[in-house]
């Protein structure tokens, strides 16, 4: 049985099946990939590949800020 979580995303919010992947989420929002390395989730960093399992607050981190050249 699939289940529906909440993500947001630039003060947006909107509805995704459990499990997709945070770069799916910044994919569907038009972001380039490539400029990310990591994202926080609820305040944690996180790689692009994990699976969203609970609502979410997403906040891209950009591979030239001062946090993304420490990931």
Same mark, same amino acid.
């Given at each position: 049985? !699939? !289940?529906? #979580?909440? =993500?947001?995303?630039?003060?947006? !919010?909107? !509805? =995704?099946?459990?499990?997709?992947l =945070?770069?799916? #989420?910044? @994919?569907?929002?038009g972001r380039r990939l490539r400029d990310f390395v990591a994202a926080r989730v609820n305040g @944690? #960093?996180?790689d692009l590949s994990r699976p969203l399992t609970e609502d979410a607050a997403i906040e891209p981190i950009p591979a030239?800020?001062?946090e993304g050249v420490d990931v």
């Open positions: 049985m !699939s !289940s529906e #979580i909440t =993500v947001t995303l630039d003060g947006n !919010s909107r !509805s =995704v099946q459990s499990g997709t =945070v770069r799916d #989420i910044l @994919k569907d929002e @944690k #960093i996180v030239d800020s001062p």
